[in-house]
């Protein structure tokens, strides 16, 4: 079983990037787990917890959680034209102590997400700008801007069929690139 891990950039219950992430892990082949990781619980981060302040336990399991997976798919809203802080706490958590960084070599994928036509652009590109230094291989085509997100999700968060076709192919290339990391 291959494992992806979806991490989700919006701590809002009703948030439309979780609704987004769960149209997305829907469209994996057989073979492919995909699991949640929660990030709302991590302290924020601080590089005393690598020396004077004992490491909190939400870290070690976050890090040791993300070290265990194949692969990470990002859904992520767009926060003043980045990601939500959130998002970047939990990056620079699991990159943690220098050269233990768990996220390296994990194949990626970014889903940015928005009720506005600009979809995230910003957010998506910055979030590519630190995994690329976190040495995660990216999905480069297609990109995967999801805006306008009010007029594609029913009432039950199921997104139309256009939207939902369009990630499939997303889905497809994001398993190709996994396979050739993880042969
Ligand atoms: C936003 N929103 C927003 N939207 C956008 O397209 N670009 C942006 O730069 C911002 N900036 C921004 C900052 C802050 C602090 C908030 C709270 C919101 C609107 C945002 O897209 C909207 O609230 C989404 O619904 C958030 O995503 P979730 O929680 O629905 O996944």
Do not use: C
Not at 27 to 54: H, K, R, V
Not at 95 to 112: F, L, M, Q, T
């Amino acid at each position: 079983m291959v494992r992806v891990g979806v991490v989700v950039g919006s701590l809002r219950k009703k948030s439309f990037s979780k609704q987004v992430a769960t149209n997305v892990a829907s469209l994996f082949a057989p073979g492919y787990e995909t699991e949640y990781l929660e990030i709302g619980n991590l302290p924020l981060f601080n590089q005393d917890y690598e020396g004077e302040l004992e490491t909190p336990a939400e870290y070690t399991e976050f890090r040791k959680k993300v070290s265990e997976l194949d692969a990470v798919l990002f859904v992520t809203p767009e926060y003043n034209r980045s990601i939500p802080a959130v998002l970047k706490n939990a990056l620079d958590v699991a990159s943690r102590p220098y050269g233990e960084n768990v996220w390296s070599g994990k194949p990626a994928a970014i889903v940015s997400v928005s009720p506005g036509a600009l979809a995230g652009f910003g957010a998506n590109h910055h979030l590519r700008q630190v995994l690329s230094f976190l040495n995660m291989p990216v999905v480069q085509q297609p990109e995967a801007y999801i805006g306008n997100i009010y007029e594609l999700l029913d009432e039950n968060g199921k997104l139309n069929e256009d939207t939902t076709q369009f990630l499939q192919t997303f889905v497809d290339t994001f398993t190709d690139l996994i396979k050739r990391y993880n042969a």
